[in-house]
């Protein structure tokens, strides 16, 4: 190497930063020594700022652009000293990077709910989550604000503090805001943009701002979300006269179409027969408060039983009843015949089930043998 090249080596640098993290707020351009050359060019890209520091102090901030880093066109740098050293000098100068784009997608929420005096409900407690978006405006104030010594800050290292910031102003603002529980979803987006304002407020002291900021969802406590369902089923029920009245019709249908329901079953059939004959009168309208009670109608009869015969490993029916004492008198139905009905706990003898025991004493039983 000649010593023109070792010469350019040492006072032409170039200086510039490409970021791939995403996540990445402030970088220091890492130089041996932490040695800034007479000379040297300083790129910076948008949505980039590069702030210079010249013996621990802030002396420069860059907005994008292509810089030669000499006296003659950098004003500030007039007060630095010793520049005809080159790579000997004795100072020591950094460029520290600072990412100016917006940083998206940030979560926030409630950690615990926040108490407030609803006009309908009264007190009660809500939670929220969304996202936000953050921005550096002031490099310089931010640098000396937040980052400090850091050779490489993130998102990340300050995320925390701002999720702090954002809760108390949400507190704040949706506590003295007197819009409705109900209402507050129609009105999140007027509710994010003065939630961001004040936040950027206190961000501000940073260098930092708050260009986006979105709730959402709002919920209530699992405990007001269940009354507030059940009063929305009562809105939907409407006349609950009605209702009550429908929902016995139904409760009587389907006790009718249950065979297995028994006298259980037709006795809450009258239950609600009579009931339901007290609420209406002629073509279901509801009668008049002088109108006489009327007599309540017989109750529907019980459902008739339908039976199954077992014959060589073979099953015949379902019969009647009557057809049951018919093939009694007949002689194929049998005493010792198996039977079998709904709700009946297996195969029976048709002597054995009360029922059909009673069809075999029509006619007198054959004599019995000679003794």
């Known amino acids: 190497m000649g010593i023109f090249d070792f010469l350019s080596g040492e006072f032409i640098d170039v200086i510039h930063w490409t970021d791939d993290t995403r996540d990445t707020m402030v970088w220091r351009f890492e130089r041996e020594g932490h040695e800034i050359k007479y000379g ?49 000098s004795p100072f020591k100068s950094e460029i520290c990077f600072v990412n100016t784009t917006r940083f998206n997608d940030l979560k926030w929420g409630t950690r615990n709910p926040v108490m407030l005096r609803d006009p309908e409900f009264g007190p009660t407690r809500i939670r929220a989550f969304g996202t936000y978006s953050v921005r550096v405006t002031d490099p310089a104030r931010f640098l000396v604000e937040i980052v400090g010594t850091d050779g490489e800050f993130t998102m990340d290292e300050i995320s925390f503090q701002i999720r702090n910031i954002i809760v108390q102003e949400f507190s704040r603002v949706i506590a003295g805001s007197g819009i409705p529980v109900l209402d507050m979803a129609a009105n999140t987006a007027e509710m994010g943009k003065l939630i961001a304002s004040e936040v950027s407020k206190t ?10 900021f979105y709730i959402e969802n709002i919920s209530l406590p699992p405990a007001v979300e269940k009354a507030l369902d059940k009063r929305t089923s009562m809105g939907l029920a409407g006349d609950l006269s009605q209702f009550t009245q429908y929902s016995a019709a139904e409760a009587m249908t389907a006790a009718a179409t249950n065979p297995a329901g028994g ?24 009668p008049a408060q002088s109108a006489p009670a009327q007599a309540a109608p017989p109750p529907p009869p019980p459902p008739e039983h339908v039976w199954h015969i077992a014959e060589n490993g073979q099953t015949r029916g379902p019969f009647s009843r009557a057809d049951m004492g018919r093939m009694a008198a007949e002689g194929s139905l049998k005493r010792a015949s198996y039977v079998w009905t709904q709700g009946q706990d297996g195969w029976m003898r048709a002597e054995e089930v009360r029922e059909l025991a009673q069809l075999f004493t029509v006619a007198p039983p054959p004599p019995p043998p000679d003794a």
Not at 52 to 77: I, K, S
Not at 203 to 212: K, Q, V
Not at 263 to 286: E, H, I, K, R, S
């Open 40 to 88: 040297a060019k300083l790129t910076v890209r948008e949505g980039q700022s590069a702030v210079f520091v010249h013996e621990g102090q802030l002396a420069d901030v860059f907005t994008p652009g292509l810089y030669m880093l000499e006296t003659n066109n950098m004003p500030v740098m007039t007060t630095l000293q010793h520049w005809h050293h080159g790579f000997q």
């Open 203 to 212: 961000l501000a002291g940073y260098g930092l701002t708050m260009p986006e």
């Open 263 to 286: 006298g259980m079953a037709a006795g809450l059939g009258a239950g609600m027969g009579m009931a339901m004959a007290g609420q209406m009168g002629p073509w279901g309208a509801a």
